[in-house]
């Protein structure tokens, strides 16, 4: 059954239409791209489907219950997880209490649990520590779990932003340009950990690029997006050699 679906959205801003007519079909476990020159629109797609924003028009699934104009809290806990184009963490807080805190939101111990579930709630909460390491170790930032994250190279702090998305468990992940910013070698780098998050976990992943290499060397599909409108949708040859993407992308550095 598909995971996410999204039929017919559109999106006004005012007077300019940001998204326009705009589909999607995700499958659980399957690894999406969303390219497109800057403004066509792609943040406020993930804006729209993660809640930020209500859509003027149209239906959001996620698997197969209707999510439009649900609340932003509501939607990650039943399973969409997000990283942001810019870097959202919390200061003075140590990058293992990030992955930790995401993860008690998903938590509830009841208030039969509160008074007599000590045990219990102990139990929980290393849990919590043993599985937020995990995650740590899974983006390779586990040597820095007790750093305060403002003082950590900035890939670093991109790594911590993606695991306290995965705390949530979700069933799919969307993220947004995650190599914004970066240099060469933590682009390279953070390309590796969403494979291998992507494999480990194996969760659909829904990433935004305005870098095509990105894209094509990580999604089965990718959608082009332009002036809000998907001009294009297919594999990643499909997509390289389609004449209105390559139009939309002419002379731009973005190609390489
Ligand atoms: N909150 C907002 N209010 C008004 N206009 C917005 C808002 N967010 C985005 N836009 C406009 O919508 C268009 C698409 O923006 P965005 O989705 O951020 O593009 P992309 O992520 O593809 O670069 C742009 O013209 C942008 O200025
Ligand atoms: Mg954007």
């Not at 994250?149 to 993606?162: A, C, H, K």
């Not at 950990?193 to 494999?199: K, P, Q, S, Y």
């Not at 004449?243 to 973005?254: H, M």
Request: net charge negative; proline share 4%; aromatic share 8%.
């Amino acid at each position: 059954m598909t995971l996410l679906r999204v039929d017919d959205m559109t999106h006004w801003f005012g007077g300019l239409q940001a998204v326009s007519g705009y589909n999607v079909a995700i499958e659980p476990g399957q690894i999406r791209g969303l390219i497109g020159p800057n403004g066509a629109g792609k943040t406020t797609v993930f804006n729209l489907i993660t809640g930020r924003y209500r859509p003027t028009e149209g239906h959001i699934f996620l698997d197969g219950q209707e999510i439009t104009g649900l609340p932003p809290h509501k939607i990650a806990s039943m399973g969409l997880g997000r990283t942001f184009q810019n870097l959202r963490l919390w200061r003075h807080m140590t990058v293992l209490e990030h992955v930790k805190m995401a993860r008690y939101s998903k938590i509830t111990y009841g208030l039969a649990g509160a008074f007599f579930g000590t045990a219990r709630r102990n139990r929980e909460e290393d849990d919590i520590e043993t599985r937020a390491r995990e995650l740590l170790e899974l983006v390779g930032a586990v040597d820095w779990a007790d750093h305060i994250v403002t003082n950590l190279p900035y890939g670093m702090q991109r790594r911590v932003e993606l695991a306290r998305a995965l705390a949530i468990q979700p069933k799919i992940l969307f993220l947004d340009e995650p190599t914004a910013g970066m240099n060469p070698e933590e682009l390279v780098q953070m390309m590796e950990i969403v494979r291998l998050v992507h494999e480990q976990l194996g969760l659909a992943i829904f990433l935004i690029e305005h870098r095509m290499k990105v894209v094509m060397d990580l999604c089965e599909v990718i959608q082009t997006l332009v002036f809000g409108q998907v001009i294009a949708e297919g594999t990643p040859d499909e997509i390289r050699n389609d004449p209105r993407v390559i139009e939309a992308y002419l002379g731009k550095e973005v190609m390489a």
